[in-house]
């Protein structure tokens, strides 16, 4: 059974693609039709439960969803339009790290597109709890997948990454206890604490800046404090060298193979 992604895209064929439990796409393709004419909890349930596990898909047939997903978005009422979103999110969040679908994504990446426009909108509204995460969705549809990934918790954040002058494996921490970067004893704790130098408004980088200007929109200024800091400079403790935090963070966590030549990164700067 075929699908046909519209007048311009190649046709996917669910029977080649198969989801975690190793069933046929069709299953997949015959639960977003059902979702499509009447949505149902039991039904996003099956189909969040055959496609992702542990906050990751890795299965062909979530990749191949991703249109179906963009169209459950665009035409849905506000609860089934964010657990669409939600979904589709979890996808794109690791499609940098599965690269053996690639194909599939390039079918329509008109829908990936549609998504990020309807993540924005719907981020606009957003007061509250579920800021971050409509935050770290629209991220991922444009391109941002480590930042969509990293935890954002500034009333006690940690970060691991290593010195990139010594290598000295270096906690980086943001929150109620301090903002520093130290050498981590298993025995005492953090020692040889150094300050983190946060950046000002005006000179956070892409996608900070838009992170910011989203936490303050959102009245969160906890997460936007915390992001001057994430998107500052940290001093090693061990030799000295001071170098940018978030350039470093991303170095180290960003994969090998960007996501870029399939999902170009969108509306860096709005």
């Known amino acids: 059974m075929q ?9 996917i064929d ?19 039709g059902q979702l499509a004419r009447q949505p149902d909890d039991a039904v996003w349930n099956e189909v969040e439960g055959r496609l992702v596990v542990e906050a990751e898909c890795f299965c062909s047939a979530g990749i191949a969803a991703l249109p179906e997903l963009s169209r459950l978005a665009r035409s849905a009422t506000d609860d089934d339009r964010d657990r669409a979103l939600r979904l589709a999110a979890v996808i794109v969040r690791t499609l940098h790290r599965h690269h053996q679908h690639d194909d599939l994504v390039r079918i329509d990446p008109e829908a990936i597109a549609a998504l990020q426009r309807i993540a924005r909108a719907r981020l606009a509204a957003c007061i509250g709890p579920g800021l971050v995460q409509r935050m770290q969705d629209s991220l991922a549809f444009a391109g941002y997948t480590f930042w969509a990934s990293i935890s954002l918790d500034f009333t006690d954040e940690h970060y691991r990454l290593g010195c990139p002058h010594c290598t000295t494996r270096l906690a ?3 929150g ?3 903002h520093y970067a130290a050498f981590r004893d298993y025995n005492d704790g953090d020692i040889s604490r150094v300050p983190l130098h946060p950046a000002s408004p005006q000179e956070l980088t892409e996608p900070g800046r838009w992170m910011y200007d989203t936490a303050i ?13 994430l998107f500052g400079r940290a001093t090693c403790s061990t030799c000295g060298s001071t ?14 193979q960007p996501i870029d030549p399939i999902v170009p990164r969108t509306d860096r700067s709005t």
């Open 14 to 32: 669910w029977r080649s693609v198969r989801d975690l439990r190793g069933d046929s796409g069709v299953i997949i393709e015959m639960l977003l």
């Open 243 to 256: 170098f940018s935090l978030p350039d470093w963070l991303e170095a180290e966590n960003s994969p090998s």
């Open 172 to 174: 980086i921490v943001i």
């Open 217 to 229: 929109a959102g009245g969160d200024m906890t997460l936007a404090g915390g992001l001057t800091y």
């Open 3 to 11: 699908q046909t992604l519209g007048l311009d895209h190649a046709v």
């Open 176 to 178: 109620d206890y301090g």
